[in-house]
């Protein structure tokens, strides 16, 4: 199985690049909480059982989001599962990455398996007394596969895995059996974990699996316990041979997977060393390899004193004493860096070990210094990646991840090198196009400035590699044509868009060129100016590769606070008794039936129904106050997000203010607010002359 595709959000990255140059820059990425996290806590506590603990590895942004990339009304936002909110943007960055077209996904075979155990938002949510009706899917955590699923309209397995901090790792290995099954044909591979109550810090810290410092320490001899982190990283998986065939980069290959259980051993939560190396060795019979093959593995590595020496006995069992004594297994792990992601945990280690494979490089381990004397390294052939030299992988050596969930789920996926590929030296670099899209014009431009200060690696592309991966992107409403052929005319392009461009063309460019550049001038302006990537697409021909690694889409993020504890409200004024005999309309049906009665002709009657109804559905969708969006009077109810349970809101919302008795149908057979506004006036000239 191929890795094609890769985003992460991780503490101290918000992208594979910067994850992997903070790696090896042995960047330790632990802090203290940010403002506002960890200070409410849901339910009261013993002083004695409430930690002080301040650190972690976190991510910034978690209550931010693009909803309206997404079609997501800002009601329904404010109600979703920020680990939801998460997904939904990792898994667009993972296909952009991949160079795969999330519209043509649409209706295929492709699955999602997403790992996840933390439930801090539901907690939050129901404890919070306010509850909703998009709160039910909002703090669902079957929807972390499942909205993700939804969005893309795919059509193959979507599964949420939890088996404790191995769920993320479990996920790629029950997407490489169901690849193989044949249950789909690519598959998207998700961990998440986001830590937002400091109850769920209080509990862990009763057992002690906390290092009172906040560092993980693995294999060391001061290891004293693991630190919390949060965040998320996404995979995509494909058979080698359809990636191949479809000419997608591979990041590297996944040879083989297996998962067992500790049960029978001595505690619930006691590792054990003999189910441990079972489970790799049944990784390497998966994959057909022997462990003297393996030249890497990335722990599970907690760095507590009591998991790190069962880790360290099965690996030596499994692979180190296989080895040669002069070449002892390399081992390392990413908790180190940015601390321990729980359900995430996983697939940080897998997307560490597949960055490492295809930069052929061993990222260093932090904090280690000197194992203790019941870990002895030398004795199991292990050795820990240290920072005091260069470490590579040896020609054709595989490189294993490890996974253990605390209820003793254990997971190991075994990984090789991606195949060769041509050296971009031995290719033509023809005069080229690149197309950049988005909601907005000012995500374009941000966009333009994102490429302009890419890194991009000269000797793996050429321009045109990256005219062909941005051209499997999809289409946005706003849109920039960057014309050239090298590298230089490319950034000079880019330059101008972020100024406020649509086209560029290098100067004197069309009078040192022939026919063939008026025709890429013709394609970029009717791309910029109308869309149309096909004809772009079919101009680039034949031969080229696509890129990893580019910066993908720059969402627009708005905040969205999450539930809070219920404050006091004031009572409400008693509503005094009608006489006997008094038939008043509803107050709220009064301005607007006054309105529409005095109104001068009809123009002005559908304008006061149409002010109307945009304004109920905004407050319908939770858009209140002065940056609200325009609505659309032309657009569906349905692209403006709005989803069945609103309309029936909405319904009985126009009902009640009109007095006139709508069938719950008319929603749908007038689905715009123009097609409303004309069926309401029309029902008010009947009822009311």
């Given at each position: ?133 998009f709160g039910h899917m909002g703090a669902s955590r079957s929807l972390l596969a499942g909205r993700v699923s939804h969005h893309l309209g795919l059509r193959g397995p979507s599964e949420v895995v939890d088996t404790g901090q191995s769920s993320s ?521």
């Amino acid at each position: 199985m191929a890795v094609i595709g890769l985003s992460c959000h991780f503490p101290g990255a918000a992208d594979p690049g910067k994850f992997w140059r903070n790696l090896m820059s042995a960047t330790d990425s632990v802090g203290t909480a940010p403002p506002g996290r960890w200070e409410e806590r849901v339910g009261p506590a013993p002083a004695e059982l409430r930690t002080s603990v301040r650190h972690g590895g976190f991510i910034e942004g978690i209550d931010e989001f693009d909803a309206r990339f997404f079609g997501i009304a800002r009601r329904e936002a404010e109600h979703m599962d920020p680990q939801q909110r998460l997904l939904l943007e990792l898994a667009w960055q993972a296909l952009e990455d991949a160079a795969v077209s999330p519209h043509q996904l649409r209706a295929t075979r492709w699955g999602v398996y997403v790992g996840a155990c933390a439930d801090d938002f539901r907690t939050q949510y129901f404890a919070s007394g306010r509850l909703d009706r998009f709160g039910h899917m909002g703090a669902s955590r079957s929807l972390l596969a499942g909205r993700v699923s939804h969005h893309l309209g795919l059509r193959g397995p979507s599964e949420v895995v939890d088996t404790g901090q191995s769920s993320s790792l479990c996920a790629v290995h029950r997407a490489i059996a169901s690849l193989r099954l044949d249950e789909c044909d690519a598959a998207l591979v998700a961990g998440v974990n986001l830590n937002l109550l400091p109850d769920v810090t209080d509990q862990i810290q009763l057992w002690g699996g906390l290092s009172p410092d906040g560092r993980c320490r693995t294999f060391d001899e001061q290891a004293d316990g693991y630190v919390r982190a949060e965040g998320g990283g996404v995979v995509v998986l494909k058979p080698l041979e359809a990636a191949v065939r479809d000419g997608d980069h591979v990041y590297c290959v996944v040879r083989g997977s297996a998962t067992n259980n500790d049960g029978g051993r001595a505690g619930l939560g006691v590792p054990s060393p003999d189910a441990q190396r079972e489970v790799i060795e049944a990784a390497h019979r998966a994959a057909g390899v022997t462990g003297a093959s393996v030249g890497y593995v990335e722990l599970h590595g907690t760095g507590t004193p009591v998991g790190d020496p069962v880790e360290a006995a099965a690996l030596g069992e499994a692979i180190g004493r296989r080895r040669s004594r002069t070449t002892p297994l390399l081992v390392g792990s990413v908790k180190s860096n940015i601390g321990h992601l729980e359900s995430a945990a996983g697939i940080a280690g897998f997307i560490k070990a597949c960055l490492a494979l295809h930069h052929g490089q061993l990222p260093p381990t932090l904090h280690h210094r000197r194992s203790p004397g019941k870990l002895p390294l030398a004795d199991l052939n292990l050795r820990v990646v240290g920072a005091d030299r260069e470490e590579n992988l040896g020609a054709g050596e595989l490189v294993g991840v490890s996974s253990f969930g605390m209820g003793g789920t254990n997971v190991h996926v075994v990984l090789a090198s991606s195949p060769g590929a041509t050296d971009p030296s031995e290719r033509p670099a023809p005069d080229t196009v690149w197309c950049l899209s988005g909601r907005t014009r000012e995500a374009v431009r941000a966009l333009a400035r994102a490429l302009l200060e890419h890194p991009f690696p000269g000797e793996r592309c050429i321009v045109g590699d990256v005219a062909w991966s941005l051209v499997q992107r999809d289409e946005g409403e706003h849109r920039a044509a960057v014309v050239g052929g090298r590298w230089d005319e490319m950034r000079d392009g880019l330059r101008k868009v972020v100024t406020g461009h649509d086209l560029a063309i290098p100067a004197d460019w069309l009078h040192e060129g022939g026919t063939d550049r008026v025709a890429w001038v013709s394609v970029a302006g009717a791309y910029a100016a109308h869309g149309g990537l096909a004809e772009v697409a079919d101009r680039l021909g034949t031969g080229l590769r696509k890129v990893p690694g580019l910066p993908t889409y720059p969402f627009e993020r708005d905040t969205f606070h999450g539930p809070t504890p219920p404050r006091p409200v004031a009572p409400a004024p008693a509503v005094p008794e009608e006489e006997p005999g008094e038939q008043p309309e509803d107050f709220r049906a009064r301005p607007l039936l006054d309105g529409w009665e005095k109104a001068a002709d009809s123009s002005e009657r559908l304008w006061l129904i149409r002010s109307f109804l945009e304004r109920t559905l905004l407050g319908v969708l939770g858009e209140t106050g002065d940056e609200r969006p325009r609505v659309d009077p032309d657009s569906t109810f349905e692209d403006l997000g709005v989803d069945s349970m609103s309309l029936l809101e909405l319904h009985d919302l126009v009902t009640a203010a009109t007095a006139v008795e709508l069938q719950e149908s008319a929603l749908f057979d007038h689905p715009t607010i123009n097609d409303l506004t004309a069926h309401l006036n029309t029902e008010l000239e009947a009822l009311r002359g």
